[in-house]
């Protein structure tokens, strides 16, 4: 078992998160928790807003017991002699007489069919003229009425626990009432399922049809499938699986004020009064409750709201519904834009800019197609589960970019500090990509500063005999350090030590220009001759010999980068430059009137700031005769 104890391998790791992000996505689209179902439904309720209000469908007119029409029935009442359409207009609930009279108008008018969204209880306390009135409108258009039924929760103790349905039975020799609900043909029921916590809006149909029966009730239908079999119109969707299609804030539908159409004068040339001819005329109550109404998208709505909604959602069929109607289904449906950004992470060879625009890209064509769904097909297509886990594949790619650019730029500044000055590491690290492609290795144009002591081995044999190799240790890194400070002070690179030789490069890895390299290079090696000078005076007042240094300097292209076995890696330079620069400096021994022995190259790159002197053509071992140039000793001022 001690596999279970080793670490996993980076690949690894992100098949396994991908894994973990795969089923969860899965199971919060097959098995949603209660929270989750609730986060969906702020979702769909955003891409509502986003779509905004659509147009409804023709053939549904709403008219209004508004406060409107209960303004008006107040005004005619202070009248000493009010119209009889008026008459009990002024307070809810209206007389039944005047529900009949707006049956006989809009049946005039040519409605196919009325509902009335009004449950008549009882006798009605007008008197029994009142339920004559409208016993004989619902005689005369039998089988284009469709009344109101209510299931409600009992208040008496003695109903005990349950549903009571609530049914204008004063009118059942004209309603023909039966043993079985679903037998009164001209009754639907007003409830509508108010959405829990995480649930949409069920079409009423759901009530009836769902619900009661897992109470052992037995079916009832909605109003709005009532008023529609009463008006010989199909339902084009099943109506007990759709959720509620808002169209938008109330109101959407053709809505006329109940006065406007009881008053014969108003009625007679109302503008609307087209619009009832082969339509389904909704009649209600509608009064302001203080936004009290069933909760939407778009802002609570009413009850004759809801059932206008409910009644057009079913004449056009375009009642919403998840898409696919099975859960696993939907979690396939979910899971396909994750599993294909699964593979594109996993198998393109990608910078994470890459990865992460292509994440970037499946979520917005996710997005367009759940919107287009909406709009266009009235379907909900699986939205959050796959966004959310496209965002989590970008949070765990992300994090795993960072960390792996925080080791490799760890690991790129412990390289590079060892040879070049800090600000020169930050300057690197700015493009990671070009300093890993340094340390593979690059052909670079700089000037190679190679600096030895002279004498330097006659004098470790004598100290050495002498018992003062501690203190000639000491001396010599007293003087490499000061020698690897003017260096860095002017941008140089440390390359190696050889011994007591310093080998520093400028231009490497980068460069500032081959020119401006080549004079920050003279200037680094006359300032190490005045350093040496101010270490030499020191010394000497310590009793300690003094040093001598002789410092060659040749500019040219070398190859620069890691080289080495790998359990030893240095970055350096290697090429026909390096070695030119230390001949030169071993020249320095048979021109010692020179401070600085430089190639054709570095004279031309300096020669318009620095007083340079030709020293004649020298044959240098392995490169030939080649001219050679120097600055005198006494050079000190140009550094």
């Known amino acids: 078992m001690t596999w279970l104890r080793r670490p996993l391998s980076r690949p690894a790791r992100l098949r396994l998160c991908s894994a973990l992000i795969l089923a969860a996505t899965a199971l919060l689209v097959a098995r949603p928790p209660l929270v989750w179902r609730s986060w969906e439904r702020i979702v769909e309720a955003e891409f509502l807003r986003l779509r905004g209000p659509a147009p409804v469908p023709p053939g549904v007119v709403v008219v209004a017991i508004d406060d409107a029409s209960l303004q008006q029935g107040h005004w005619f009442a202070d009248e000493p002699n009010p119209p009889a359409w008026a008459a009990g207009t002024s307070t809810l609930p209206w007389p039944r007489a005047r529900y009949a009279d707006l049956v006989e108008r809009l049946r005039g008018a040519g409605a196919r069919a009325v509902a009335l969204n009004v449950v008549f209880e009882g006798a009605s306390a007008r008197g029994p003229a009142d339920d004559a009135a409208l016993l004989g409108a619902l005689g005369r258009h039998r089988g284009h009425i469709a009344l109101a039924a209510e299931f409600m929760e009992p208040d008496d103790a003695q109903f005990g626990t349950g549903l009571v349905l609530v049914l204008p039975e004063r009118f059942s020799g004209t309603l023909a009432q039966a043993a079985s609900p679903g037998d009164r043909p001209g009754l639907g029921l007003s409830n509508i399922l108010p959405p829990g916590r995480g649930e949409a809006i069920r079409h009423p149909e759901f009530f009836g049809a769902e619900l009661l029966p897992s109470r052992d009730l037995p079916p009832f239908p909605a109003l709005s499938t009532t008023v529609l079999r009463q008006a010989g119109l199909p339902s084009r969707q099943p109506d007990r699986q759709r959720e509620l299609k808002v ?53 609570p709505i009413s009850g004759l709201e809801t059932l206008a909604t409910a009644t057009a959602n079913s004449l056009a069929g375009d009642g919403l519904a998840p898409w696919p109607g099975g859960l696993w289904s939907r979690a396939l449906l979910a899971l396909a834009p994750v599993l294909l950004a699964v593979l594109g992470m996993q198998r393109l060879a990608t910078p994470l800019g890459l990865r992460l625009g292509l994440l970037a890209g499946l979520l917005t064509l996710i997005l367009l197609a759940g919107y287009g769904a909406l709009r266009w097909g009235h379907r909900w297509l699986p939205l959050l589960a796959p966004a959310t886990a496209l965002a989590a594949l970008a949070l765990v790619y992300g994090v795993d970019a960072y960390l792996v650019e925080g080791r490799e730029r760890r690991r790129l500044r412990r390289t590079f500090e060892r040879y070049v000055a800090p600000s020169v590491v930050s300057e690197i690290l700015a493009t990671p990509e070009e300093a890993d492609t340094i340390l593979r290795g690059k052909s670079l144009p700089v000037t190679v500063l190679f600096c030895d002591l002279q004498g330097f081995t006659a004098l470790t044999r004598r100290r050495a005999e002498a018992g003062q190799t501690a203190a000639l240790v000491s001396q010599l890194n007293a003087y490499l350090a000061e020698m690897v400070e003017v260096v860095t002070a002017h941008g140089g690179t440390i390359d190696k030590f050889i011994g007591d030789c310093v080998v520093a490069v400028f231009g490497s890895p980068v460069s500032r220009g081959e020119q401006e390299e080549a004079m920050a290079a003279v200037r680094a090696a006359v300032a190490m001759g005045e350093a040496l000078h101010r270490l030499n005076a020191r010394w000497q007042a310590d009793g300690e010999e003094p040093l001598a240094n002789g410092i060659g300097l040749a500019s040219g292209t070398v190859v620069a980068g890691q080289i080495g076995s790998p359990r030893r890696m240095e970055f350096t330079v290697i090429g026909e430059t390096v070695n030119l620069a230390a001949r030169l400096e071993s020249l320095t021994r048979q021109l010692p009137e020179a401070a600085v022995l430089c190639d054709r190259a570095t004279a031309a790159l300096v020669e318009a700031s620095l007083p340079l002197q030709f020293m004649g053509d020298w044959p240098l071992k392995g490169v030939g005769e080649v001219p050679v140039y120097g600055l005198p000793k006494d050079s000190r001022s140009i550094a």
Do not use: K
């Open 247 to 299: 169209y938008g804030p109330e109101p959407q539908f053709p809505r006329l004020s109940a006065w406007e159409v009881l008053d014969p004068a108003r009625w007679r040339d109302h503008p609307l009064r087209g619009s009832i001819a082969g339509a389904v005329v909704l009649v209600g109550p509608v009064v302001d409750q203080g936004g009290v109404g069933l909760p939407t998208p778009f802002g």
